[in-house]
């Protein structure tokens, strides 16, 4: 016969509140008797018991303290630390999530030059529905690889064109998501590893500008940085942004992998005078950023956004976008087609993509996971005869080289990774990222957290995060074969039958 333990919460709450003034009065007496130190333990226990009798008896906000008092006080405290004892003490090593403790782990360790090599076997489960790569009987020497290049705006025969010569971007993330910290680390790090990284969309760059690297200015729907009082765009103030030497290129923002289809928001107690001058908006009221570019209707109308922001800027500029609908994708395609307008990139963002904030429904259950959507995209692009018009930027939990390989296969030219560059900072995926309260001092404005994030220090680590990355990928290409990432295609992946690219792919 089986037998359930069960614990009466009734009785023990009945124990709980007899014992509390019980032990108050044998601390008393001891107190009396044998030490005056007794009483201590007397005060403490009359508390405790005035707040028992407060629980259960004169509030009546939460139903559990007013049934159990005192006894579920434990509860909540066990439950607040919930996160923390899982991740340090019961959840394997590839369990957690978004990010196991594995995928993180060789994340810091490329970060530090710390060799990542494994024992024993894979830890992945081997089913039925994992991607592999394809591997070639005669692997390519990698002395012999084609050095990687890839220049954005060539197809438009532009002046002002941008070459990057690591497949690496780090993703938009806005000073406002970022504590300036992080901010400047993630850029002094670029400019280290020689890498492009997006300002995200928090206006005005000051402090991503700081440090010389190369960056991608990121137009949202808000128009931050750049926008008329009535939200529309300032080209003057554009302008004066795609002059600067270092910002690169400029990326018009149509939705989030987390978030596509919402816009976000911007209380007003979060918006400081810094950050109301860098946004260019009022400090007197909640800023809501769009859904959308107020310019962009339809399809005719984004492509002539497009096309405008590309007159105005002079550089490269592309989209980045989370695919709801492959058919809606296509349309815009044959719309760019029709008028003969590109952007000099698409960035497909999954929406396994993360954020600073956004409500629960959108990041678990909006837009297209990115592996079927980067097929998608690179299939519609090459059905319509125009993939050889513009790159293919590809983001979305793409933190380490063997799921950035799989990217490579369906079609991405260059990653983008906004949290695997978080965790190169030392990220501990503390998933405390809209509460300015980071332990890690990566996503708070809070000095004293800010204080434990050395820039210098950090910056070295997003340096051997990129190299180290680069190193793996490098062998991977010579392991397929290929001369580069550019010769990487769908044929390189081994899709078992029962699979559509999307199911059960894993993370590293
Ligand atoms: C803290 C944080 C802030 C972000 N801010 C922006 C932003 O300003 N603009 C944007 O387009 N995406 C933003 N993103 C999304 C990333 O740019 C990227 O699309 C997404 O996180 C990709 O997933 P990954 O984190 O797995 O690389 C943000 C993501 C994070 C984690």
Same mark, same amino acid.
């Given at each position: 016969?089986?037998?359930?333990?069960?614990?009466?919460?009734?009785?023990?709450?009945?124990?709980?509140?007899? &014992?509390?003034?019980?032990?108050?009065?044998?601390?008393?007496?001891?107190?009396?008797?044998?030490?005056?130190?007794?009483?201590?333990?007397?005060?403490?226990?009359? &508390?405790?018991?005035?707040?028992?009798?407060?629980?259960?008896?004169?509030?009546?906000?939460?139903?559990?303290?007013?049934?159990?008092?005192?006894?579920?006080?434990?509860?909540?405290?066990?439950?607040?630390?919930?996160?923390?004892?899982?991740?340090?003490?019961?959840?394997?090593?590839?369990?957690?999530?978004?990010?196991?403790?594995?995928?993180?782990?060789?994340?810091?360790?490329?970060?530090?030059?710390?060799?990542?090599?494994?024992?024993?076997?894979?830890?992945?489960?081997?089913?039925?529905?994992?991607?592999?790569? $394809?591997?070639?009987?005669?692997?390519?020497?990698?002395?012999?690889?084609?050095?990687?290049?890839?220049? &954005?705006?060539?197809? $438009?025969?532009?002046?002002?064109?941008?070459? /990057?010569?690591?497949?690496? /971007?780090?993703?938009?993330?806005?000073?406002?998501?970022?504590?300036?910290?992080?901010?400047?680390?993630? %850029?002094?790090?670029?400019?280290?590893?020689?890498?492009?990284? +997006?300002?995200?969309?928090?206006?005005?760059?000051?402090?991503?500008?700081?440090?010389?690297?190369?960056?991608?200015?990121?137009?949202?729907?808000?128009? &931050?940085?750049?926008?008329?009082?009535?939200?529309?765009?300032?080209?003057?103030?554009?302008?004066?942004?795609?002059?600067?030497?270092?910002?690169?290129?400029?990326?018009?923002?149509?939705?989030?992998?987390?978030?596509?289809?919402?816009?976000?928001?911007?209380?007003?107690?979060?918006?400081?005078?810094?950050?109301?001058?860098?946004?260019?908006?009022?400090?007197?009221?909640?800023?809501?950023?769009?859904?959308?570019?107020?310019?962009?209707?339809?399809?005719?109308?984004?492509?002539?956004?497009?096309?405008?922001?590309?007159?105005?800027?002079?550089?490269?500029?592309?989209?980045?976008?989370?695919?709801?609908?492959?058919?809606?994708?296509?349309?815009?395609?044959?719309?760019?087609?029709?008028?003969?307008?590109?952007?000099?990139?698409?960035?497909?963002?999954?929406?396994?993509?993360?954020?600073? %904030?956004?409500?629960?429904?959108?990041?678990?259950?909006?837009?297209?996971?990115?592996?079927?959507?980067?097929?998608?995209?690179?299939?519609?692009?090459?059905?319509?005869?125009?993939?050889?018009?513009?790159?293919?930027?590809?983001?979305?939990?793409?933190?380490?080289?063997?799921?950035?390989?799989?990217?490579?296969?369906?079609? %991405?030219?260059?990653?983008?990774?906004?949290?695997?560059?978080?965790?190169?900072?030392?990220?501990?995926?503390?998933?405390?990222?809209?509460? +300015?309260?980071?332990?890690?001092?990566?996503?708070?404005?809070?000095?004293?957290?800010?204080?434990?994030?050395?820039?210098?220090?950090?910056?070295?680590?997003?340096?051997?995060?990129?190299?180290?990355?680069?190193?793996?990928?490098?062998?991977?290409?010579?392991?397929?074969?290929?001369?580069?990432? +550019?010769?990487?295609?769908?044929?390189?992946?081994?899709?078992?039958?029962?699979?559509?690219?999307?199911?059960?792919?894993?993370?590293?």
């Amino acid at each position: 016969m089986k037998s359930k333990i069960s614990i009466d919460l009734h009785k023990l709450s009945r124990f709980v509140n007899l &014992f509390l003034p019980i032990l108050a009065i044998i601390f008393f007496l001891a107190g009396l008797k044998l030490s005056f130190y007794y009483h201590f333990l007397t005060v403490s226990f009359l &508390f405790a018991t005035a707040l028992n009798v407060f629980y259960l008896y004169l509030q009546n906000g939460h139903a559990l303290l007013r049934n159990f008092g005192l006894l579920a006080q434990g509860r909540y405290m066990l439950e607040s630390v919930g996160p923390e004892l899982r991740q340090y003490l019961y959840a394997s090593d590839t369990e957690e999530k978004p990010f196991n403790r594995l995928e993180r782990a060789e994340v810091y360790r490329k970060s530090q030059n710390i060799d990542s090599a494994s024992s024993f076997g894979s830890l992945h489960t081997f089913d039925a529905t994992e991607l592999k790569i $394809r591997h070639s009987l005669f692997p390519t020497p990698t002395s012999e690889l084609t050095p990687y290049s890839l220049t &954005f705006g060539e197809e $438009r025969g532009i002046e002002n064109t941008h070459t /990057i010569r690591k497949p690496y /971007i780090i993703s938009a993330m806005s000073y406002g998501a970022l504590g300036k910290n992080a901010v400047r680390a993630l %850029a002094r790090g670029a400019k280290l590893a020689d890498i492009t990284m +997006n300002t995200g969309e928090g206006g005005y760059p000051k402090y991503h500008l700081m440090e010389g690297c190369d960056l991608i200015f990121q137009l949202g729907t808000a128009k &931050f940085g750049v926008r008329n009082k009535d939200g529309t765009l300032n080209e003057e103030k554009l302008k004066e942004i795609a002059d600067k030497p270092t910002i690169k290129m400029i990326e018009i923002k149509l939705s989030q992998g987390a978030k596509p289809g919402k816009g976000g928001l911007l209380p007003k107690e979060k918006i400081s005078d810094e950050i109301a001058e860098l946004r260019g908006v009022s400090k007197e009221h909640d800023v809501v950023s769009p859904a959308f570019h107020s310019e962009c209707k339809d399809y005719t109308s984004l492509t002539q956004f497009i096309k405008r922001v590309q007159n105005i800027a002079n550089i490269p500029v592309g989209i980045k976008l989370c695919i709801g609908d492959l058919a809606q994708f296509e349309n815009m395609i044959q719309e760019f087609k029709k008028q003969d307008i590109f952007p000099d990139w698409i960035t497909i963002d999954g929406s396994e993509g993360g954020t600073g %904030a956004a409500p629960r429904a959108f990041i678990d259950r909006v837009g297209m996971p990115l592996l079927p959507a980067l097929k998608g995209a690179n299939d519609a692009l090459n059905e319509a005869g125009v993939r050889n018009r513009l790159k293919l930027l590809a983001s979305g939990k793409l933190i380490g080289p063997g799921r950035q390989m799989l990217a490579f296969c369906l079609g %991405a030219d260059a990653i983008c990774s906004a949290r695997g560059f978080m965790l190169s900072l030392g990220c501990i995926q503390a998933i405390q990222c809209g509460s +300015n309260a980071c332990p890690v001092g990566i996503t708070t404005h809070d000095p004293k957290l800010e204080h434990g994030l050395d820039i210098s220090i950090k910056a070295a680590r997003v340096r051997n995060y990129v190299n180290n990355l680069k190193h793996d990928i490098d062998e991977l290409v010579a392991a397929t074969g290929c001369q580069s990432i +550019n010769d990487l295609s769908f044929k390189h992946l081994y899709v078992p039958a029962d699979s559509s690219i999307s199911p059960h792919v894993p993370n590293n």
